[in-house]
Every structure is written in C-alpha cells, then in structure tokens.
Nanobody, 119 residues
Framework: VQLVESGGGLVQAGGSLRLSCAASGRTFSGYAMGWFRQAPGKDREFVAAVNRSGGSTNYADSVKGRFTISRDNAKNTVYLQMNSLKPEDTAVYYC?????????????WGQGTQVTVSS
C-alpha cells in the first residue's frame, strides 16, 4: 500500500491544521490506520489510530482532546484534525497502516509532512 500525506504547514500556537493521507494499492478498509510524529532529535511517537471501520479511535495522552483522527473508506483517506496547536506539536507527521488497531505500531509508512507551530 502506498501512502501520501498532505496538509502540513506553518501555524501559530492555538491554530488548527487538517492533515490528510491518501492510500492506494491494497484494500484500504482492510487496515487500521494511524498517525505518528517525529520531532527533531526525538524518536518517532504514536499520535492516534482509527480502526478499520472508523468506529473506534485512540490517542496519545499528549493530544487527547485536541486532535481527532477519522477516515473515509470510500475515498481511501485518513485525516488528522489538529486544534489548539502548541509549539511542542512541531514535528514531521507520518501516516501508517497499523500492525493491529491497538498495537501503536505502524507497518507501511508515508513520506511525512512537516507541521511547524510558532509561539
């Protein structure tokens, strides 16, 4: 499966961005999907996941209540709505197919999109 992220950019603290990840190749609806991020000098970390139907989601504590993951299986796309952004959210954001919904581990990865939050 091929994954292409878009929607990153520069935003002021308190602002919002919506990331998209378009999938092609194998059946998109057969995968749980997730978002991860990697800040400079830090390891890549889990952000959010959604199960195959879109009916269940889970989040890292650091983004809970501010970020929302969703998917549209008809469009083969997963989204990450990010609100109340903070400078510490600055990172490259990656979408991934999940090994399992609850694993917080990805298998296939996109190329990433940069999100920069200014203070």
């Amino acid at each position: 499966v091929q994954l292409v992220e878009s929607g990153g950019g520069l935003v002021q603290a308190g602002g919002s961005l919506r990331l998209s990840c378009a999938a092609s190749g194998r059946t998109f609806s057969g995968y749980a999907m997730g978002w991860f991020r990697q800040a400079p000098g830090k390891d890549r970390e889990f952000v959010a996941a959604v199960n195959r139907s879109g009916g269940s989601t889970n989040y890292a504590d650091s983004v809970k209540g501010r970020f929302t993951i969703s998917r549209d299986n008809a469009k083969n796309t997963v989204y990450l709505q990010m609100n109340s952004l903070k400078p510490e959210d600055t990172a490259v954001y990656y979408c991934a197919t999940m090994i399992t919904y609850g694993s917080r581990r990805g298998s296939y990865w996109g190329q990433g999109t940069q999100v920069t939050v200014s203070s």
